[in-house]
């Protein structure tokens, strides 16, 4: 096999930033490809960087796997946006640091801890839905897709929960806001907060955790000050853009169909199947990684320093995978898909991740009428694509 170089492969394309009115970025997809299973995009990543683009579900699983050639620090650019030289961990911490971080949160997010908050949850999504429902319409991402997954985190870290107008409005300006000074005055504010939140926790610990992490130690010393935050801040933006643009794409999805949503409706033990099946269709995440050292993968020459991008909306659209990817069909047989990432990175949140999607619907289901398209199918866009998918707006009517 000849050895591919980026000048051999070398494409333009609009990875980051607003798309136009009319266009879905999952439509794009197929462009992507375009023949190639890989190519080099210049100029089309957040920093302006160029990054490798692997297009194929198993080449994109075998990179996730590649933990020793392959480096997550920095991926985020928090800490350039907050103008520190911080880590957002356990999701930019290497082996074996990694482990140790993940290791003070992974507890919450078992079923037991799960369980004990789901009726809070469930609460929660019932209160938003109710005060929406004499409306008859809503405008969907603001009214309850960005503030119910911050509403979430107020009640997992043990937070006060009528700070979820603030947090809302600062982790909307950090996901959408086009001005990176202005994004990083957000991340700045939810820094403060954060760290006084910290504070009060070292001083009266509760049983929630920020008050585990304002107390916790890794392999026997107490974290510092900069970790606290780091993982407080993880736990944050974690289940924020990512759980938002779900319930963003998925209720799209389900006011366009409304035999589907009617069959749901009437039998609710298919939510699960069609969420998983929606997780595939509209996988929302593309990370990246840099090459701590020179190799090659299947005939890729990827030198020390390149990006890569590890696209699952590539990997989960990809036509070698899943027969007729781009179909919703609950009943696939196939149900692998790499939407919450793969091996030593497997998102952490995912189990509450899909607890809070079965919730949110089985929440509309109970107390709205058949959902529907408040107007144009693309009414909504332009979305943003990048290291999320997501809409900007849905209107929604019942």
């Known amino acids: 096999m000849a050895t591919i170089t980026r000048e051999k492969v070398t494409k333009n394309f609009p990875l980051w930033g607003a798309l136009p009115a009319n266009i879905e970025p999952y439509s794009l997809i197929e462009q992507l490809r375009d023949g190639d299973e890989v190519f080099y995009a210049p100029n089309s990543h957040a ?24 480096s997550v620090q920095n991926q985020t650019g928090v800490g350039a946006l907050l103008g520190e030289a911080m880590r957002m961990v356990p999701s930019e911490a290497d082996p074996p640091e990694h482990s140790g971080y993940r290791g003070v949160l992974s507890p919450f997010f078992l079923n037991g801890p799960l369980d004990i908050l789901q009726p809070s949850i469930r609460a929660l999504s019932d209160e938003l839905v109710q005060t929406l429902l004499p409306r008859g319409e809503c405008e ?38 086009p001005d990176p000074a202005e994004k990083g005055r957000a991340l700045g504010e939810i820094k403060h907060y954060l760290e006084e939140q910290i504070r009060i926790a070292e ?4 049983e929630d955790i920020i008050s585990h992490i304002a107390t916790a130690q890794i392999a026997g010393r107490p974290i510092n000050d900069e970790e606290k935050f780091a993982l407080s801040f993880n736990v944050f933006v974690g289940g924020m853009d990512t759980v938002s643009a779900s319930l963003g794409w998925h209720f799209r999805y389900l006011a366009m169909n409304e035999d589907l949503q009617g069959r749901m409706r009437a039998d609710r033990s298919l939510i699960p199947a069609v969420i998983e099946e929606l997780l595939r269709v509209y996988s929302i995440v593309s990370s990246t990684r840099t090459a701590l050292e020179d190799f090659e993968i299947d005939g890729v020459r990827i030198q020390k320093g390149d990006m890569i991008t590890l696209g699952t909306e590539l990997a989960n659209r990809d036509p070698d995978a899943f027969d007729n990817p781009a179909a919703v069909d609950i009943h696939r047989d196939n149900k692998r898909h790499l939407s919450f990432g793969y091996g030593l990175h497997h998102c952490l949140g995912a189990p509450l991740a899909r607890r809070e999607l079965r919730i949110a619907m089985e929440s509309w289901f109970d107390a709205v009428p058949a959902i529907r398209l408040a107007g144009d199918v693309n009414d909504g866009m332009p979305t943003w694509a990048g290291n999320i998918f997501s809409l900007e707006k849905l209107r929604l009517t019942w």
């Open 140 to 177: 969907f991402m603001s009214d309850y897709a960005r503030r119910f997954p911050v509403g979430v985190f107020l009640r997992l870290m043990g937070l006060p929960v009528g700070d979820i107008d603030l947090l809302n409005g600062l982790a909307t300006t950090i996901t959408y806001h």
């Open 47 to 70: 920093t302006g960087a160029g990054t490798w683009i692997f297009t194929r579900f198993r080449q994109i699983k075998k990179l996730y796997s590649l933990t020793r050639q392959l």
């Open 203 to 206: 001083v009266t610990p509760r």
